[in-house]
């Protein structure tokens, strides 16, 4: 009993929590060392004792009964090789690299997201979305218009125009990885949270998306929106012989207003209102919300199609299939949004300048410096702002009359205050004046509807 009594008070249970790697191979050196002490030791008992048969019962007891505390006290090494590193790792058991946690399957996707909403420009989303929707309200003429093909056209006319977006803004990135780690290092391609087969595989997927929406939809003036945007986008962006036109100042201001100020306006009212197409004279072509087409055949004498040629045409209607007659104010939100468009262009260069003199691109703010950039840009929109003014007093109706003078006089206002407190040798002011002036473009397509 004395040698049991030793060997067990020698020998204490270690605790159950994870070995780290010095206690483990501490844990087996012991084990391994009581162990053979025992034998040894059970050797002598035989010898000086003379009782071996007693003896070796104790020795064989006290040796189960140590391998017993042995596999209970090191679970690491009862448990296979992976676990076995996972103890000599210092980590717990329960951490082991096939274990799932949420909360970090949450953070990636998180990640994800965030990167794909830096990339996409959500700025631009925004006033895409919301431009095409207000364009679209002036078609409407009665509250009856507010039909189920109403809201089928215009989601069908937001959804391909803000791939088409995404796009554009995603090729201009690709295009502008090395100017935008100096001017926008915060984008996911400059970054290297993309790599560039990444920022390639989603350009192409939208705007393959973009032109096959436009297609099964059956609307002209939709596809041939998305079409010219296309152009202008990669012309404005990509770096190929005589393209890459954001180089030219003047170029890449039309391209911006083209797609900003005609091309929204024009085309997505009328995807909404009737378009005037070439046809067979005798041919009346209706297409519906659903994309539906039926032909009627009108028996009209030669001179009845000359008359009816000259007055209506043969035209295509998607949504209400009315003519296409440009109202007072798609007249009014084209000329408006030229005037932003110009601005938009010439100010998203100020905070910019650094990168764009660096790497060649010689814009407005490059040659003409902030200072003058920026205060001409201030004046065009004022100026804009005057002539809203005078627009909207000059409606027939009260309502109208009295939110669009208020409205463009507050907005007016709002701009002038805040351009005299921004500081100029600050990037961070003019980048977040700059989003000002986007909210301004998004509270203008908020009073366009509202213009009659």
């Known amino acids: ?11 204490s249970k270690p605790s159950p929590l994870a070995l780290t790697s010095a206690s483990a191979a501490a844990g087996v050196a012991e084990v391994s060392s009581v162990l053979n002490s025992v034998k040894c030791s059970g050797c002598v008992a035989q010898i000086s004792l003379g009782r071996c048969y007693s003896v070796s019962f104790k020795q064989q007891s006290v040796y189960s009964h140590l391998r017993s505390i042995h596999r209970r006290s090191t679970p690491s090494l009862s448990c296979g090789r992976s676990h076995l590193l996972v103890a000599f790792s210092g980590r717990t058991l329960d951490s082991g690299s096939d274990s799932y946690n949420p909360k970090s399957s949450w953070d990636s996707l998180k990640s994800v ?11 631009t989303v925004i006033g895409t979305a919301l431009s095409i929707i207000s364009v679209s309200l002036l078609a409407v003429k009665r509250l009856s218009d507010f039909s189920p093909a109403f809201y089928t056209g215009v ?27 100096v001017n926008k290092p915060y984008l996911p391609l400059a970054s290297g949270e993309y790599s560039v087969g990444t920022g390639y595989f989603i350009v192409a997927s939208f705007a393959i998306l973009s032109f096959w929406l436009g297609y099964v939809v059956g609307s002209w ?16 962006s990509i770096n190929l012989p005589m393209l890459r036109w954001k180089r030219f100042a003047l170029v890449a201001a039309m391209c911006i207003l083209a797609v900003r100020a005609v091309i929204v306006q024009i085309a997505f009212f009328l995807h909404v209102q009737g378009v005037f197409v070439t ?17 009627h055949t009108l028996h009209l004498t030669e001179n009845g199609k000359r008359a009816f040629d000259a007055r209506f045409g043969c035209f295509q209607m998607h949504v209400y299939g009315r003519p296409a007659i440009f109202s007072k104010p798609v007249i009014f939100a084209t000329a408006f949004m030229s005037f932003f468009s110009v601005v938009i262009a010439l100010f998203k260069d100020i905070p910019d300048i650094e990168g764009d003199r660096i790497f060649g691109i010689r814009s407005f703010s490059v040659r003409l410096g902030q200072k003058r950039v920026f205060w001409i840009c201030i004046s065009l929109l004022e100026m804009a702002y005057a002539v809203a003014i005078l627009a909207g007093a ?8 009295l939110i669009t003078v ?11 205050s805040r351009a005299k407190s921004v500081d100029l040798s600050s990037k961070a002011a003019i980048t977040s004046f700059y989003m000002f002036i986007w909210k301004l473009f998004y509270a203008e397509y908020l009073l366009i509807p509202l213009v009659r």
């Not at 502008?176 to 780690?181: G, L, Q, R, T, V």
């Not at 046809?279 to 032909?295: A, G, H, I, K, Q």
């Not at 000059?394 to 009359?401: A, I, K, N, Y």
């Open 394 to 401: 000059t409606s027939t109706l009260p309502w109208s009359r």
């Open 113 to 123: 997201i965030d990167a794909f909403y830096r990339f996409s420009r959500p700025h």
């Open 406 to 416: 208020l409205g463009h006089a507050t907005l007016g206002t709002l701009l002038w």
């Open 279 to 295: 046809d067979n004279f005798t041919n009346f072509v209706w297409r519906s919300s659903v994309n539906e087409s039926v032909t």
């Open 155 to 181: 989601l069908e006319a937001v959804i391909a125009a803000l791939f088409m977006n995404i796009y554009i803004v995603g090729l201009n990135q690709l295009c502008d990885i090395e100017i935008d780690k």
């Open 1 to 11: 009993m004395a040698i049991e009594s030793l060997l067990v008070s020698s020998f």
């Open 221 to 236: 003036p939709l596809f041939w929106a998305l079409f010219i945007s296309f152009v202008l986008g990669t012309a404005y």
